[in-house]
């Protein structure tokens, strides 16, 4: 299982795109080379803006190259983009229907001890509620290959949210995915699990871990947040029973809200719901912190086998 | 709280600079990251700053104290060395920046002794100093607000709705300084986003600007006690960003870079250096 950066996946792609339709654009805020898309600006100058450290100016003028028909990517941290930046989504974006792209990279903690003002953990909860706007949080460099090619297909505004670190491969080389459809890679009825991003690598380790201890359970990854995949998300928890969601994210508003919502009106079942808690975190890596918040695959797996009891109870 | 400057107090001031940054480039080294170039850029500022303020560990939350906002707050490693220089802090404390659990990040928060305000993300600095002045104003107190920007996040729109601000209400009681090292992540600040005419813009915004150089601690401390002119005072401070670093002056890759080995020791022996020469000249 190799592992890769989900933004360099991006940048490979976007440059190799962009050099055969000139329509295609990227936009940067002094994000060069955080963003590696440093090769696009040398190589593609006239397709590539750089505004500075300017994130709001970045997304209203990327709007304006969508209004005279370009296919904009505005590429930069996610934190700035989903905070600073998140009227000019809403509106420029979103309400005004622009085919603009925004790749928030290095999103949720992956920027470890930089700390809260560089961590994107209230992106989803934000961007999920803005109508009119995708979201989407991929999981590996084979799915994320495989949204560019639907993100350049369709002219829908779009969040997508990837991390800073090498993820894990998962899927196959040439597997292909739809936004809209969320992707079930184990089946079993004790529990269903609802991840995405890069903690999908974690969820996956919980359900072997719930197998060793007589468990089967549901991993579906919810890469597609908005559109999300209703049908699934009541089929298998239907199916289980009892769910549980993981997330980097805020425990509120994220994944977990998401699911939340749905189960709540069509088919209420207790759900447990796993991300970062409602408070300051402490300096440290991601995994450092996912360590000291208990989203490790043992006290996960606690959480499921209490969960699964419950249920039979 | 140092006003006037004799040719021994700038000496001293220098010396300080010279150990502060070498303490600093030691430090980027041990926890392996680090916003290198822009704290070498804005020692002296710091140091002059701290040197000459109203504030002191005893008075950090008093409130006749000065008020100084560290708008740049990547460079945090060198707020933190200053801070312990002039005792807010524990040198020592220091080590455990990089470690899980440190209460140093890579940007300063508030909960740290001396630290104003949570900086890190960029252009949020100046409004929180117009807002301090401006509600001191109001009290009719006299305490002074100073704010550090770098030149490069002038980018932000943020900066210049806030510039608006201090012009319209005449603070003066604000200095805002801006680390002018002509260099942020990408390249140069005038390929990335130009900002020149830097001062005739920011004098557009009814500010009183001076530029100086920033390594100067006599032109520091000048500009600092110039009499405000019922406005703010700006001043670009034009610096060297990694400044002291052999291989790391006036570089943009240098703005994380972290130094190796090697570089850290060429450091201690060039501030080494540079402190017998200060003291025999
Ligand atoms: C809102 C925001 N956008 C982007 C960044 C990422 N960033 C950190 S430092 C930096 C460059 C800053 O350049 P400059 O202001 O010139 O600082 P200096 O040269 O003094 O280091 C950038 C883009 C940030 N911290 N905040
Ligand atoms: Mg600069």
Redesign the interface.
Known sequence: MGKQKLREVFSNKILEEAKKDSSIFVV???????AMIGDFAEKLPKQFV?????E??AVSLASGLAHVGKKVYVVGPA??YS??ASEQIKVDVAYSNNNVKIIGISGGIS????????HSLQDIAFMRSVPNLDVIIPSDANQMRSIVDDLLRNEKPTYVRVGRGAVSTIYNQNETFEIGKSRVLRRGSDIAIFVCGQLLERALGVADLLKNKGYDATVIDVFTIKPIDKNTILQYSKMCGVGMTIEEHSIYGGLGGAIAEILIQENPIPLYIAGLPDREL????DV?VFN?VGLTIQELTNKAITMIKHKKE | MLKKLDSEAVKELKIKSANVRFKTVELIHNAGAGHTGGDMSAADILIALYSYMNVDPKSKNSCDRDFFIMSKGHSAEIYYNVLAEFGFLDYESLDTLGSFGSEFGGHPTNNIPGVEANTGSLGHGLGIGVGIALGLKRDNKTNQVYVLTGDGELSEGSNWEAAMSAGKYKLDNLTWIIDRNYLQISGKTEDVMPLEPLKMKINSFGFEVYTINGHKYEEIFEVLNVPFFRKPKAVIAETIKGYGIRDGENIASWHHKVPDKKQVAQMEVDMKSLIEEIKNG
């Open positions: 940067c805020t002094d994000s060069r080379g955080s750089e505004v500075g450290i300017a709001q100016n934190s700035f905070t600073r920027y470890g001890n930089l700390g809260a003002t560089h402490p300096n440290g890596t450092e000291a």
